[in-house]
């Protein structure tokens, strides 16, 4: 996990504008703009937050500096207000990066996912995500040959690995076979990171809150049974 905050206190000391990618931790991490420090936080919803695929959000902040130069991606009827034929007003405020066609059903799963995980509270949430992962860790540290690949003072409930001689889509198949889906993350995703540490693909098991120690302990079960077989 990316220290944010201790980030987004350089970037206000400096005058930086600030935008947190946010798409892997909203849902799953007790995630607070004000304690951030942000300018603009975007996340989507179909990852942890568990909503439609194809919804997302962004926050930004009303009174930063850098809003109101921000010019929106596209520019319709909603964003800005056309003035002459040749020219064009674009809103104030947030709604300005908003379009004016929208999925209404859509955003009606997005707020209704917000609202249950808001209910079951992303404290308790972010430390049961985090307690299962760990256990996770730690029995993966006990096979032979299985090196994972998580850094970092925090982690999260993204879990990698990699296992030595066999490559991750191969783990990834071979798990599939034993009715385990999850899947593996490949250098076109994270290059910088993956790069600097030699990673050309890792394993990825992604755990939540409703997940059990019981299924870790079958999932661990089955690890060794497809390794067995590579």
Not at 58 to 86: E, F, I, K, N
Not at 108 to 131: F, K, P, Q, T
Not at 149 to 166: A, E, L, P, R, W
Request: hydrophobic share 40%.
């Amino acid at each position: 996990v990316n220290p944010v905050e201790e980030i987004g206190k350089l970037t206000k000391a400096a005058g930086v504008p600030y935008l947190v990618d946010a798409c892997q931790s909203v849902g799953q991490l007790d995630v607070d703009v004000q304690r951030i420090g942000c300018d603009a936080l975007s996340a989507t919803g179909r990852k942890y937050l568990r909503g439609p695929r194809g919804t997302g959000f962004l926050y930004a902040r009303h009174d930063s500096p850098w809003m109101s130069s921000a010019h929106p991606p596209l520019v319709d009827v909603h964003a800005a207000t056309w003035q002459t034929a040749g020219s064009y007003s674009v809103r104030s405020g947030a709604r300005k990066f908003e379009n004016w066609e929208r999925n209404y059903a859509a955003w009606a799963g997005l707020g209704a996912a917000a609202d249950y995980a808001l209910d079951l509270g992303m404290v308790a949430i972010e430390n049961r995500v985090l307690s299962l992962a760990q256990g996770l860790r730690d029995e993966l540290n006990e096979i032979p040959g299985v090196r994972v690949c998580d850094i970092g003072s925090k982690q999260c409930g993204i879990v990698t690995f990699v296992c030595d001689g066999t490559d991750a889509e191969s783990v990834q198949r071979a798990l599939a076979d034993l009715d385990v889906r999850m899947t593996h993350a490949t250098v076109f995703s994270t290059r910088l990171d993956m790069e600097a540490r030699n990673l050309p693909a890792v394993v990825r098991a992604s755990l939540h809150y409703y997940n059990t120690e019981a299924e870790i302990e079958a999932f661990v079960a089955r690890l060794r049974q497809a390794l067995d077989k590579l």
